[in-house]
């Protein structure tokens, strides 16, 4: 696959809501783990995988987010 294919497809995840990233990246671990089957899965093969996701994100914003949906549970 071309790097500009690869843009492409993260140009698309980006403005997919952040359950449906979440959604898309499990599905792709599924698919991972059942072409591995036979075959250990290294935890740190995903190093740096994330790292994308977390760049534009205000990470102290981010926790307060999620700390004023906790209150509201």
Known sequence: ????????????????PEHEQLTLV???IERLISRKENKNLDIRDLK??????????????YINKERDQWENL
């Open 1 to 16: 696959m071309s790097s500009s294919a690869v843009k492409k497809i993260n140009e698309e995840i980006e403005s997919l």
């Open 26 to 28: 499990n599905m792709i």
């Open 48 to 61: 740096n995988m994330g790292k994308g996701i977390w760049s534009k994100e205000n990470i102290k914003g």
